[in-house]
């Protein structure tokens, strides 16, 4: 069985800006690194509420292809914490509020009259066709595919995954860089190349994938 084990997100500037950001946001401790080229990472109770913070020497350049949502009391308490609001995405019916955290990745606050002492609930993903790729993942994960009067699917119940939900969107705009946050998964390799799964590199601890549409993840075996 594959299974979920942790988040990683790209970070151009200062690391610590960021870890202590999404520190907050989700409520996951963050830890300093060790040595000064050792970023840190976000560590929760549990392995799979992770975030392994990845510097990376380019600055964000599009919008984030795979952003996640927050569970949150106020959005004034995310503007707090150093997020901005951001331009373009003002929509009173939607029941989310979009915003850019330090280095302008977008992220959702769902505003919540009882908020979680984890606090990340999805993980969302933008696609070419949504439900093929959510029919992949699900496929992958051993779970079944959901979706909401086929205008977006998602998968649940994912194992090792803490948040709720990997939400799959279907989206106009072609996937055009790598990825600045990706998921983690325990798993084997040749089962995933089998499914459809691209190789791109291998590195001493683990092989990195990329699923149909070329979202890359990483596979510890």
């Not at 963050?30 to 990845?54: F, H, K, M, N, T």
């Not at 696609?127 to 959901?146: H, K, N, Q, T």
């Not at 860089?177 to 089998?194: C, F, P, Q, S, T």
Request: aromatic residues 10%.
């Amino acid at each position: 069985m594959t299974r979920f084990k942790e988040l990683c997100m790209d970070v151009h500037g200062d690391p610590a800006v960021m870890g202590e950001f999404w520190s907050a946001a989700i409520g996951v401790p963050y830890v300093r690194g060790s040595a000064p080229d050792d970023p840190g990472d976000l560590v929760g109770d549990l392995e799979g509420q992770g975030i392994a913070l990845c510097p990376v020497p380019e600055a964000k350049s599009v919008k984030h292809r795979v952003h996640l949502d927050v569970h949150v009391d106020s959005v004034d308490t995310l503007l707090a914490l150093g997020a901005t609001e951001a331009p373009g995405y003002d929509n009173p019916d939607d029941p989310w509020t979009v915003l850019l955290d330090p280095e302008g990745g977008e992220l959702c606050a769902f505003v919540r009259d009882e908020v979680p002492a984890y606090k990340l609930y999805e993980m969302c993903v933008d696609a070419a066709d949504g439900e093929r790729l959510a029919r992949w993942w699900a496929d992958v994960f051993e779970v079944e595919p959901l979706n909401q009067d086929r205008s977006y699917w998602w998968i649940e119940k994912v194992p090792g995954m803490p948040f709720e939900l990997v939400v799959f969107d279907t989206v106009p705009e072609p996937k055009t860089v790598k990825n600045r946050i990706h998921w983690d998964v325990y798993g084997d390799v040749d089962e995933l190349l089998a499914k459809g799964a691209t190789h791109l590199w291998d590195r001493p601890r683990w092989t990195v994938l990329a699923d149909p549409e070329g979202n890359e993840f990483c596979v510890f075996s």
